[in-house]
T-cell receptor, first 114, second 114 residues
Framework: DAKTTQPPSMDCAEGRAANLPCNHS???????VYWYRQIHSQGPQYIIH???NNETNEMASLIITEDRKSSTLILPHATLRDTAVYYC???????????????FGQGTRLTINP | KAGVTQTPRYLIKTRGQQVTLSCSPI?????VSWYQQTPGQGLQFLFE???????NKGNFPGRFSGRQFSNSRSEMNVSTLELGDSALYLC?????????????FGPGTRLTVT
């Protein structure tokens, strides 16, 4: 089962910052938080990941709370092309060392409005 | 670098038949994972292969199987197809080492079982 909780949908105006929250209250100390997004009918696209420090790349910023029980993905200047389903995932280790899988929840459907 | 490619992109099969889907990972990536996406269940992990060995497996029946070749290309096979196997099948590749890594998804194969 997915270990994250996200709002099912959100709206954001074009050009504004989109802030997508995620709750992962049962995260373990060595588990990372990953964010992916899926634009309609395409494969999921990796956005960013982090362990406990805030992270930033060319796509987004990831803010993780000090207790690591929640995080926020920030798209600084949302465009219409950012309309997608956003998945917050806690990386689950497999039974063999190094083996990992992504457990997807239902995600947040983000709609960017003109 | 070329992305993850999947063939075929679309497939229609009849109940009871079997099907083989193919995935070519990004050059240099040694791990290939497979996921099934349906409207009802969302994205679900099928299995992961690394260096020709299955090292992680999801909760799917034995009708679903896979393999990986020495060049890291992977195939998944579904035998005795059921109507419920209609789905988007996604392949993702990654470096696959013991540290953190991102998975890069292909466009998927849309399988319809009639």
């Amino acid at each position: 089962d997915a270990k994250t909780t996200q709002p099912p949908s959100m709206d954001c105006a074009e050009g504004r910052a989109a802030n997508l929250p995620c709750n992962h209250s049962t995260i373990s100390g060595n588990e990372y938080v990953y964010w992916y997004r899926q634009i309609h009918s395409q494969g999921p696209q990796y956005i960013i990941h982090g362990l406990k420090n805030n992270e930033t790349n060319e796509m987004a910023s990831l803010i993780i709370t000090e207790d690591r029980k929640s995080s926020t993905l920030i798209l600084p200047h949302a465009t219409l092309r950012d309309t997608a389903v956003y998945y917050c995932i806690v990386r689950v280790a497999g039974i063999i060392q190094g083996a990992q899988k992504l457990v997807f929840g239902q995600g947040t459907r983000l709609t960017i409005n003109p | 670098k070329a992305g993850v490619t999947q063939t075929p992109r679309y497939l229609i099969k009849t109940r009871g038949q079997q099907v083989t889907l193919s995935c070519s990972p990004i050059s240099g990536h040694r791990s290939v994972s497979w996921y099934q996406q349906t409207p009802g269940q969302g994205l679900q992990f099928l299995f992961e292969y690394f260096s020709e060995t299955q090292r992680n497996k999801g909760n799917f029946p034995g009708r679903f199987s896979g393999r990986q070749f020495s060049n890291s290309r992977s195939e998944m096979n579904v035998s005795t197809l059921e109507l419920g196997d209609s789905a988007l099948y996604l392949c993702a590749s990654s470096l696959g080492g013991g540290g953190t890594y991102e998975q890069y998804f292909g466009p998927g194969t849309r399988l319809t079982v009639t």
